[in-house]
C-alpha cells in the first residue's frame, strides 16, 4: 500500500471493536490477534531491534486499549488509535519527537535504493542513521498502512511536517546509500 492510499477499514471491524468497546473479552482477543504483529513489527523497528522493550511498548498499548474502548469515538481506524497509544507509551519513556519545521531541501530525479543482494542491510544501516523524526515518519507511512495523515495523528503533527520529514528522510537515505554503492 503506498502511504498515501486510504486503507479501508475490514468490514467486519467496526462491530469487533463495538464488541470490545462493550466489554466483549473475546471481541478484543480477536483485535489483538489481528494487530498485534503490525504494532510489534512496527515498534520494534521503533526500538531499533529491542524486541523486548518494543514487546513491552506493545502489551501496554493493549492494555490502555482495554482499558480506554469504551471511549473510542471510531474517529480514527482502531489501528490508526492503537499504534497512537503505543506511541504516547514510548514518549512517556522519553522526551518527546522534535517538532519541526525548516524547508524541506531540494531532491534529485534519482530515486533507486542502493542495488544488489544486501539491499536490505544497507537499507536498515541508512534508517539506523536517520534523525529520530525522520526514521518516525517513514517507518509510519512506510513501514505500516498508515496514511500520511494517520501518521501524522499518530506522531501529533501538522499534516504538513510529516510530509516535509518524509521528504527529508527519503533524499537524505538516498544520498547514503547513492554513497555506499561500490563503483562498477
Do not use: I, N
Request: glycine share 6%; net charge positive.
Amino acid at each position: 500500500m503506498t502511504p498515501t492510499a486510504k486503507a479501508e477499514r475490514p468490514p467486519d471491524e467496526a462491530p469487533l471493536v463495538a464488541r470490545a468497546a462493550a466489554g466483549d473479552s473475546r471481541a478484543f482477543a480477536e483485535l489483538v490477534r489481528r494487530h498485534q504483529g503490525y504494532l510489534r513489527k512496527l515498534l520494534g523497528r521503533v526500538c531499533r531491534g529491542d524486541q523486548a522493550r518494543a514487546d513491552d511498548l506493545a502489551q501496554d498499548a493493549f492494555v490502555r486499549a482495554w482499558r480506554a474502548l469504551p471511549g473510542f469515538r471510531g474517529e480514527a481506524r482502531f489501528r490508526t488509535w492503537l499504534t497512537r497509544l503505543a506511541y504516547s507509551s514510548l514518549a512517556a519513556e522519553r522526551p518527546g519527537l522534535p517538532a519541526l519545521d525548516e524547508a524541506p531541501p531540494e531532491l534529485g530525479m534519482h530515486s533507486d535504493f542502493a542495488p544488489g543482494a544486501d539491499w536490505r542491510l544497507d537499507l536498515e544501516r541508512a534508517m539506523a542513521e536517520l534523525p529520530e523524526a525522520q526514521r518516525h515518519a517513514l517507518l509510519l507511512t512506510y513501514g505500516s498502512d498508515l496514511s500520511h495523515s494517520e501518521a501524522a495523528q499518530v506522531l501529533g503533527w501538522p499534516l504538513g511536517t510529516l510530509k516535509t520529514q518524509v521528504l527529508r528522510a527519503k533524499a537524505r537515505l538516498r544520498a547514503q546509500l547513492q554513497a555506499w554503492e561500490r563503483p562498477p
